[in-house]
């Protein structure tokens, strides 16, 4: 259980186009889902939560019109990179987190999309 | 905000030795800490979390550790096997929100 799906796994794009991100939970409802970026040898860092039916909201730093997320359905996100540039290459994760009622939600992760902007 | 210390960040142990890793956390609000395993090119996956109002947790060689007064918690994998290496991150969240802070990662090496 607790399957999350990202689609693509790798993506090389040239540099001024615009790359869609699929995030998926497979056998669960996701409220939210996050979306994160990760950088060779470092830790996860978040770009923004998104919440069903609602606007995203992005962390300190996340430029909301280059990074756009859209969360139509309780089982799929998407990310948007726009007018990618090279800076913009690296790691983007996904997560999904049912709500538990437990005041903490656990949040389960794909596989990631490296993304590579030429 | 939260802010998460990890240590050590590289670990090497032996096959069948013990692995230590801990992680420190600053907002007393936080009561949800997972730990997630990522392997090269993958994606994180949670192999263990503990909430609050549990002081430990064990799950067959994993176990965690949790101290609310100190405000830190511990991963232990006992018995450490080649396919336990990975970078392993610990994370916080506060109460009602989702929001994970993670920690900066631990790189442990199982060598035969």
């Given amino acids: 259980g607790a399957v999350v799906s990202q689609h693509p796994s790798w993506v090389i794009c040239k540099s001024g186009t615009s790359v869609k991100i699929e995030c998926r939970s497979l056998?669960?409802?996701?409220?939210?889902m996050f979306w994160y970026?990760?950088?060779?040898?470092q830790s996860l860092m978040l770009m923004a939560t998104s919440n069903e039916g609602s606007k995203a909201t992005y962390e300190q730093g996340v430029e909301k019109d280059k990074f756009l997320i859209n969360h139509a359905s309780l089982t799929l996100s998407t990310l948007t990179v726009t007018s990618a540039h090279p800076e913009d290459s690296s790691f983007y994760i996904c997560s999904a987190a049912p709500w538990t009622g437990q005041g903490g939600e656990t949040q389960y992760f794909g596989p990631g999309t490296r993304l590579l902007v030429l | 905000g939260e802010n998460v210390?990890?240590?050590p960040s590289t670990l090497s142990v032996q096959e069948g030795d013990s692995a230590v890793i801990?992680?420190?956390?600053s907002d007393s609000?936080?009561?949800y800490f997972p730990w997630y395993k990522q392997e090269l090119g993958k994606g994180p996956q949670l192999?263990?979390?503990i909430r609050s109002n549990v002081g430990e947790k064990k799950d067959q060689r994993i176990a965690v550790?949790?101290?609310k007064t100190a405000k830190h918690f511990s991963l232990h994998i006992t018995e450490t096997q080649p396919e336990d290496s990975a970078v392993y991150f610990c994370a916080a969240a506060p109460g009602t929100a989702s929001k994970l802070t993670f920690g900066t990662?631990?790189?442990?090496?199982?060598?035969?």
């Avoid at chain 1, 056998?27 to 939210?32: E, P, S, V």
């Avoid at chain 2, 801990?22 to 956390?25: I, N, R």
């Fill in chain 2, 22 to 25: 801990k992680c420190t956390y």
């Fill in chain 1, 37 to 41: 970026r990760q950088f060779p040898k």
């Fill in chain 2, 5 to 7: 210390e990890q240590h």
């Fill in chain 2, 29 to 31: 609000a936080s009561n």
């Fill in chain 2, 65 to 67: 550790t949790l101290n």
């Fill in chain 1, 27 to 32: 056998d669960f409802q996701a409220t939210t």
């Fill in chain 2, 105 to 112: 990662g631990t790189r442990l090496q199982v060598t035969l």
């Fill in chain 2, 47 to 49: 192999i263990i979390d």
